[in-house]
């Protein structure tokens, strides 16, 4: 079209108008199903979805909550026919159990949970691999998968690589520091070179209670990681997510955890040499020579970007021989300079300060303390990092940083560039010589986000993107066979935006760079997570988390709103069906790639 044309953009869809009500909507032209929601059966045998009796048993063969990654492993190479990998990231209780918040004398109460739901909301943490097939234009779930498999919080799991066996991850449960019950608030992910599936654990501080003694050896290490934070009630069932009882206990989570999907009885495997920390997600991509290279983003205010390397090189015609990879490498972790330059700063047990006078005995212990380890190397304290996407077509990476209102005029630098950043920023990285093993490299702010007409604000989106183009804090991303990005957020609510979360194409090349233009969005109180697309760009997937969330339809199922006047059942719209997080498929109507 010629507004395209004239502007250089590489998006031809009419945008959505950005607002606010209880439904998802889509760019004209394009169907948006959903797929998979929360409590759908993955077996032929699991039991139907009623919210009013769920069990543990039953939550373990559904598809569990809050679905946050989503990858497509191909089977056969098809486009058509392949395994999804969904991220449970967390629950949401007061939407998920019928009764457990009341409103009496104008005051909200929420009951404590009964240990069968603690036993549900671990069963529907963790994972979820099922076979999809699309037939006639339409995806379907192939229940009878033979890989089809639910990982949760409790799937017993192997602990590799540096940390693996050390004294600091041994229980009672383990006197060996390798095996571990499950995985935890598992945000984005990553699918490896090899097709195997990547659950990044990240806010993992909630899940621990109890109280540690001030002068034990882990206290320094969890005060860095706001351990034990005590939003979930498991500790009160479980010692070990009691700090008092099990104090090792959460020095077995905050990992990279890799699942190879083509055995449903595989054990997961927590791979350490990734390090310690609230890991966002890991996107990786295969180096010039051979090795493979992750990027890792640990979401906090004030933390830091990382990327592994592996040591070993992928062979692409031997899939066995990467199985073990991401146990050898080097882990690094970003130092940005004010003139445009960045060096990866090497993460290595007697390198510069990490060594014993530090409190640094191995690398299990700088993995285990991956962040203090950071600090003394004097990396770049950044505004929350969350995914980090390497571009193959491009040869760019792209950081999204979510915002931070704590950074104050004097901490202030030119990678993040704005105090009390609110909406967030993003960054393009260049690695020397188009070596994404290499230890260095340029980088450059892509898009400083938030209101363009707000010029407090400060935001920097090329002037033909329009009053519903632009976002704020970016999350999730995505890149597309043809190299172009997309961009998922978390936090525009009406409160502060005016707008729900949603999916943004955004322009990077040319006269159209730091345009954005609005795909999807989501239903009030909702997130926008994956985003996804099928190696044919024909499907984009796009993960809708906890729907619903402080709408004011709180009797039975939702909480009091901060909305006002703004309520959903998405994505089943029924009396007797709470809100449900849903993974929805976006095809073109009539077929074709997606916004070409
Ligand atoms: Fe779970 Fe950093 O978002
Ligand atoms: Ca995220
Ligand atoms: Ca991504
Ligand atoms: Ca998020």
Known sequence: DNARAASGSAFSFDEVEAGIDEKHHVAAGYDADVLLRWGDGLFADAPEFDPTKQSADAQRRQFGYNNDYVGYIPIDGSAEHGLLVVNH?????HLMFPGLVTLAEGKI?????TKEQVDIEIAAHGGTVVEIRKADGKWQVVKEGKLNRRITADTPMQITGPAAGHDRLKTNADATG??????????????????????AEENIHGYFGGELPADHPEAANYERLGIPEGTYQWAGFYDRFDVAKEPNEPNRFGWIVEVDVNDPNSTPKKRTALGRFKHEGAESIVAKDGQVVFYLGDDERFDYVYKFVTAGKFNPDDRAAN??????GTLYVAKFAEDGNFEWLPLVHGQGPLTPENGFASQADVVIETRRAADLLGATKMDRPEDIQPNGVNGKVYVMLTNNTKRKDDQVDAANPRAENAFGHIIELVEEGGDFAATKGKWEVLLKCGDPSVAEVGASFSTSTTANGWFGMPDNCAVDSAGRLWISTDGNSPKATGRTDGLWAVDTEGEARATSKLFFRVPVGAEMCGPLFTPDDETAFVAVQHPGDGGDDWEGFGRPSYYEDLSTRWPDFKDDMPVRPAVVAITKQGGGKIAV
């Open 109 to 113: 109460t929420m009951a404590p949970l």
């Open 178 to 199: 390798t095996k571990v019950l499950g995985t935890i608030n598992n945000c984005a992910g990553g699918v490896t070179p090899w097709g195997t599936y990547i659950m």
């Open 323 to 328: 199985m073990d990879l991401l146990d050898e």
């Open 89 to 93: 990231e967390y629950t949401d209780p």
